[in-house]
């Protein structure tokens, strides 16, 4: 697939005439003249599906969905201001963009007063969205505030200020880019005014918007009042119209969806009182309404049919496949065709939803279950279950359906997207995601990338590529018990994922995950032909979020897919977000356990698990209480070691040459008599100073502790010679640099963190972050030292003769790849630790790698085993080589190459042993 360069923005900030939207024209922004056909979307929970899956699940079919739905919240106060996760906006442009298909972003102002989403929050949406259409070439459908209609949103039924926010982001989003839509996106409203849905009552008289929504002006909000127009933000700031519309079963065993069923929702014809009154009419053909009289493209940003199991056992039930086919029957039916030109396509709901059978829930949605004289009992739990492809029989009919109208679809594949906001007809490549079978081994597919990743701007040629998931490494048996070749051997001399390097070692890097990804670190590190082994990234667990796991499953799931596109190992920072880490609780760490397991499994990637990272420091909020830690850590590792042997537990505190630490602010030293005092005051003279020990009190036994890892860093000591003091990297380590400048023999027995651990505890080390920052401000004093220079003076050492010979149990290394803001005596400036970020840094990095590349062990040179070894071959992976585009752009082209030796892993299938190939 081949895009063009599309820098939104010239260098004096002012849109490019190439990338000008056009008034006049006859289409709207991201509208495609499909000539009488339409496009098909998929709407996935993230969590566990991803777009390159659905492409692999629909390949019978022969048809490339053209639109992924994914929900992003913007809330105020969150995410540093922006209110938005930036990192989970960027996985979903990636992942969007390795299958060529376009994004439909459902935004949630998560509050009651979306006056709130501020314009500096839209300001960084914006951007955001305009980095995700150039970076990744994926156009976005901006779906904000969906269903302001109803009643079931914070957001709902306040049409002045949903109006007044929709118009304001819209400019702004345009002051960006052509390539992301606005589109305005109400409920269906055969039933409206909505009640029951809890968040948001209509207004009573007198209230704010009540005359706003009692259009017939009758003194009530009823079903003859206009559902939509009330909230419509205006022809000039909406490119699109979309309708959340979904077929409800009435009955439990007799669910045949009524003929004609799609056509009287949109048209409004389906009066529930039976009647064609010619008011309702009037204000209840959203069709007419929109796309007619406003000329507005129609989506179905979310539909479907949902299959109840807990009906199935009723007499005369409908089957799943036969009810989701009806539905969709009409949907792509030759009336749509021919009397919805404007219609241009729909998103398959492809997710599930809990519902309680009783007289809750269901008591609002009588309308839609009617449960006389059925045997379900009230209060019964059950899901609705939307998907098509969730299992072999309605996978199997929906491609088949697909196929069946394939010729009346438009694809990812035949679609050109462009700057301006275009989207037009035509062939483009893209890898088609297909599994190989080949005996016992599955290969994976070829991978297509086309992105120039150099350079400090994010204007970035577009990428596009696409992989195949590795195949999975089942974990446990049918009985929930470990297989017995996937049991961790605890007589290996060998750690968990330790790989016995034979006196070489491993580089990996610490990445901004909201513009950097693995696959565009690992081609930027193309000329020194190493494919980092590790990268490491970081997630908080937070009492009382994300449903009470604490964690972000789907940020976590990025993670896991992005490192397994590259056959790397993830080191995960996991951060405990509370000062009493007891309450990080049993569930919370069971359901993260699961997710590693998952990762573990589904991508083939192992997982070093760096909980709680230094512990010991003064800046996070479960610092300096080691009773709490320890055993919080315990009992962590207890639960994951239940789950999987593929994922390993890191202890790492900070480097402790300056302990104990002050002025972190998050929780400094207990004072005498305080908790832990008495445990942090390891020589007893009554003071926690420097001769105490600043590791050992947090330690939580050689039995749960995998790995060992320590922070550490050089940071310059003066503004003009920053030359990186010879030996200082093995004197931090061993305790050797001591500030006071002597050697105490008591000063040595608890800072040598090598010997203490690696040496005395048997535990393999890793620098899980390490670096050395050049500070901009600095670089015009007289004497200043180059910043290739300083970083190359740290990585020097990392990598010398010395650390191979004297310390052998140093297995890895871990770049920060980052950067932190710094106050230079009041003024603001930063740190900058990063190595590939600019050409000439770029350049000496790769050089160095290669240069010691010999001594390196890489991502396609290790094999990961379910049983936590890992071991030297040659596996599958990506390959990459350069070439020149027609275009005369300079492309990374990756291709997959498959190789008869591989990890084996064990997989249980009905009591049947099957041998895999880990094929990355």
Known sequence: MTFSTIPILDSSGVPLASCAYSESSTFARLEPDLNGAMMLGMSLDWSFDLPSYMVNKMSPSGYMPAVYNAWLDITPGLFNGTGFDGDMLNWFGTEVGLVGGMLELSVNPQTANVSQITVPMMQALAEKCQIINEQYGVPIYLRYGHEMNGDWYPWGNAPTLFIASFRQLTGIIREYTNMTAMVWAPNIGITYPFVGGGARESPSPGGLDFDVLDTNHDGVINGMD???????????????????????????????????????????????????????????????????????????????????????????????????????????????????????????????????????????????????????????????????????????????????????????????????????????????????????????????????????????????????????????????????????????????????????????????????????????????????????????????????????????????????????MLELSLNPQTPNVSQITVPMMEAFAAKCQNINEQYGVPIFLRYGHEMNGDWYPWGNAPTLFIASFRQFAGIIRQYTNMTAMVWAPNIGITYPFVGGGARESPSPGGLDFDVLDTNHDGVINGMDDPYTPFYPGDDVVDWVGISLYYYPLCHNDCEVPANIFIEQLTGVNDPSGSSDPAWLAVHNFYQMFSIAHSKPLMLPETGSPWIAAWANLSGAVPETEVKQGWWSQIFSENSYMNLTKFRFVVQFEEVKPLDLDGTPAIQDWRVTNNTADLNWWNGYVQGISSNLKGSDQLVYSCDGAVSFGVKATATVTRSLATTATTVASVTQTTSTSGAASIKLVGGVLFLFFMTL
């Open 226 to 568: 206009d559902p939509y127009t009330p909230f419509y933000p205006g022809d000039d700031v909406v490119d699109w119209v979309g309708i959340s519309l979904y077929y409800y079963p009435t009955c439990h065993n007799d669910c045949d969806v009524p003929n004609g069923y799609l056509v009287y929702q949109l048209t409004g014809v389906d009066n529930p009182s039976g009647s064609n009154d010619s008011a309702w009419l009037a204000v209840h053909n959203f069709y007419q309404m929109f796309s007619v009289a406003r000329n507005k493209p129609l989506m179905f940003p979310e539909t479907g049919a949902p299959w109840i199991s807990a009906f199935a056992i009723v007499s005369g039930a409908t089957t799943e496949t036969t009810l989701k086919q009806e539905w969709w029957s009409q949907i792509f039916s030759e009336n749509s065709f021919t009397n919805f030109p404007k219609f241009k396509f729909a998103v398959q709901f492809e997710e599930i939803k809990p519902l309680d059978l009783g007289d809750g829930l269901c008591q609002s949605f009588e309308l839609f279950y009617k449960f006389a004289n059925q045997a379900i009992n009230p209060g019964t739990p059950a899901v609705q279950d939307w998907r098509v492809t969730n299992n072999s029989n309605t996978l199997n009919w929906w491609n088949g359906y697909v196929q069946s109208i394939r010729s009346d679809l438009k694809g990812a594949d035949q679609l050109i997207f462009s700057c301006n906001g275009s989207v037009s007809l035509g062939q483009k490549t893209i890898a088609t995601p297909t599994t190989e079978t080949q005996g016992s081994k599955s290969s994976a597919v070829s991978v297509k990338l086309s992105n120039n990743l150099i350079g400090k701007k994010l204007n970035r040629n577009l990428m596009a590529a696409k992989f195949s998931l590795a195949p999975p490494v089942q974990i446990l048996g049918s009985n929930g018990a470990p297989l017995p070749s996937c049991a961790y051997s605890s007589t290996s001399g060998l750690a968990r994922l330790e790989p016995d390097l034979n006196g070489v070692m491993m580089l990996g890097m610490s990445l901004d995950w909201s513009y950097e990804t693995p696959i565009i670190s690992a081609t930027k590190m193309i000329p020194s032909s190493y494919v980092p082994a590790v990268y490491n990234a970081w997630l908080d667990i937070t009492p009382g979020l994300f449903n009470g796991t604490g964690f972000d499953i789907n940020m976590f799931n990025w993670f896991g897919s992005e490192v397994g596109r590259v056959g790397g």
